[in-house]
């Protein structure tokens, strides 16, 4: 029950909790720092989300998904 209850108080966004934040909770304004990270697999998606863009139109519902590549080296 406790678990459910501290992540409902996460934020959907960034994951992080109002406390964390909160210097009157114990939390501090400086808790994290925002930094740039590349998710390769993210990158994909896009490119291939661009590209269908330029393609035919597939209709509601598709979904690109990430597959194993049996070439991979």
């Known amino acids: 029950m406790w678990s459910h209850l501290r992540e409902r108080d996460r934020c959907p966004g960034c994951g992080t909790r109002h406390a964390e934040w909160s ?3 114990g939390g501090s304004r400086r808790a994290y720092t ?3 990270q590349r998710c390769l697999g993210c ?3 896009e490119q291939r989300r661009d ?6 139109d597939l209709g509601k519902g598709v979904h690109i998904v ?3 590549n049996p070439q991979r080296q």
């Open 51 to 56: 590209s269908l863009k330029r393609e035919d």
């Open 43 to 45: 990158e994909q998606i």
């Open 23 to 25: 210097e009157a909770e």
């Open 34 to 36: 925002a930094e740039i």
């Open 66 to 68: 990430l597959q194993r």
